[in-house]
């Protein structure tokens, strides 16, 4: 399968290798713990930061078709943002997003 994405943001399988280098340096007085609990955090604090940057006003509803990992399956699914702005898409009720 070709998998061109752009991930825009994601909550999905975060890796610490990746920010140790950089949680290490800023925050050497942290434990582990500590600062996976803050690479969380920063992680979400992102989300908020791709919300002001998507905050932009469409004339009209917008449809987002989405990939659904469910516990059964795979599935398709959909659903209207009738407020039109472009940052309301970056909501859900799942534990577990990627955009």
Same mark, same amino acid.
């Given at each position: %399968?070709? *998998?061109?994405?752009?991930?825009? #943001? =994601?909550?999905?399988?975060?890796?610490?290798?990746? #920010?140790k280098?950089?949680?290490? =340096?800023e !925050?050497?007085?942290?434990? &582990?713990?500590?600062? /996976?609990? /803050? %690479?969380?955090?920063?992680? @979400? *604090? !992102?989300? *908020?930061?791709?919300?002001?940057?998507?905050?932009?006003?469409?004339?009209?509803?917008?449809? +987002? +078709? @989405?990939?659904?990992?469910? #516990?059964?399956?795979?599935? %398709?699914?959909?659903?209207?943002?009738?407020?039109?702005?472009?940052?309301?898409? /970056?909501? =859900? &009720?799942? *534990?577990?997003?990627? #955009?």
């Amino acid at each position: %399968m070709n *998998d061109n994405r752009h991930i825009i #943001w =994601s909550n999905y399988d975060l890796d610490y290798e990746d #920010w140790k280098e950089f949680l290490e =340096s800023e !925050y050497p007085d942290l434990s &582990d713990d500590e600062r /996976l609990a /803050l %690479m969380y955090e920063l992680n @979400g *604090d !992102y989300l *908020d930061d791709e919300r002001s940057n998507l905050n932009i006003q469409l004339s009209r509803p917008i449809l +987002v +078709v @989405g990939d659904l990992g469910l #516990w059964y399956g795979r599935r %398709m699914g959909y659903k209207e943002i009738e407020s039109g702005n472009i940052s309301d898409c /970056l909501y =859900s &009720d799942t *534990d577990y997003s990627t #955009w």
